[in-house]
């Protein structure tokens, strides 16, 4: 009887570690959890690198598409393209997005119009 116990107790030890110990059942089933996640990441990695490498074909070859791009991202234009400032409903110009620029004390800077330079009278 007495080997009964000993052996019952053995097996359920045996059988905790089996489960729960390192590299047991339950850290089995996450590490192949973080292997499924793993390979999810990496499969999307894989297409956004795909995208990078199409795109850089582009810009080595394709002037159309870097003037796409300087024209969307950077704002930039060509010479004889017309430019529309749009107002907002107020009548007001939108303003950039920048902070305007301070004066040394925290005080934004104000800008003025200088007068139009006299005419001399003389041709150009």
Same mark, same amino acid.
């Given at each position: 009887?007495?080997? @009964? ?7 359920? /030890?045996?059988? /905790? /570690?089996?489960? /729960?110990?390192?590299? @047991? ?11 499924? &996640? ?7 990695? &894989? *297409?956004?690198? @795909?995208?990078?490498?199409?795109? *850089?074909?582009?810009?080595?070859? &394709?002037?159309?598409?870097?003037? %796409? ?20 409903? *107020? ?19 104000? &800008?003025?119009? %200088?007068?139009? *330079?006299?005419? %001399?009278?003389?041709?150009?």
């Amino acid at each position: 009887m007495r080997i @009964g116990r000993y052996l019952l107790v053995i097996i359920l /030890f045996v059988g /905790f /570690f089996i489960v /729960f110990g390192n590299r @047991g059942l339950l850290d089995n089933q996450r590490l192949k959890e973080k292997l499924a &996640e793993l390979r999810d990441e990496n499969a999307r990695l &894989e *297409a956004v690198n @795909g995208t990078l490498r199409r795109e *850089a074909v582009l810009v080595r070859e &394709e002037t159309r598409y870097i003037e %796409s791009v300087a024209r969307q991202e950077l704002g930039m234009v060509k010479r004889g393209d017309l430019i529309y400032r749009f107002m907002d409903p *107020a009548g007001k110009k939108e303003e950039p997005s920048a902070s305007p620029p301070s004066n040394g004390n925290g005080n934004p800077t104000r &800008e003025t119009e %200088s007068p139009p *330079a006299a005419h %001399s009278g003389s041709p150009i």
